[in-house]
């Protein structure tokens, strides 16, 4: 099983660009959103609150993922998550399903195409093309920054 300065080591080897970087600091974190979005508006019909349904299905075997990989980083991800679960269910609410779902569709396909263009630039193909689980690891990646930069332990 691989570390988490593995799988670290591994998505950045990809991305060294600055440009590319810059576009993943944006992209990354939109595209989890937007999924997390997305998955919100799979109509699941279990207990009256709303809150369990495929986006916080697919969260919690998001956070088991990271649990394995690093314990600081799934605080990271419990914290980050639920405020993306939170406010998409505001949106989902307040905007209506239809409207919402559209919006999170041109959302996610225009920073999918941003990601792709900072990969020519790159000159590399994305990481998940090589293993899915890199699509786990992108947002771990960046926030592994993060923690550096405030002086926290991620592994």
């Given at each position: 099983m691989k570390t988490v300065d593995d799988w670290l080591l591994l998505y950045g080897r990809d991305h060294q660009n600055p440009t590319n970087k810059l576009i993943h600091w944006f992209c990354v974190p939109v595209i989890m959103f937007t999924v997390l979005g997305l998955l919100w508006c799979i109509p699941l019909h279990y207990g009256?609150?709303?809150w369990i349904n495929a986006a916080t299905i697919f969260y919690?075997?998001?956070l088991i993922f990271y649990?394995?990989?690093?314990i600081p980083l799934f605080a990271g991800f419990l914290v980050i998550g639920g405020i993306m679960l939170y406010l998409n269910s505001l949106l989902?609410?307040?905007i209506g399903a239809e409207t919402y779902l559209y919006i999170l569709i041109g959302v996610f396909v225009f920073a999918w195409i941003l990601q792709f263009i900072g990969h020519k630039i790159e000159g590399q193909k994305p990481s998940f093309f090589e293993d899915m689980q890199f699509l786990l690891i992108g947002p771990a990646w960046l926030m592994h920054f993060v923690f550096k930069k405030m002086?926290?332990?991620y592994n």
């Open positions: 009256t609150s709303g919690a075997f998001a649990l394995r990989l690093s989902y609410n307040s002086g926290i332990k």
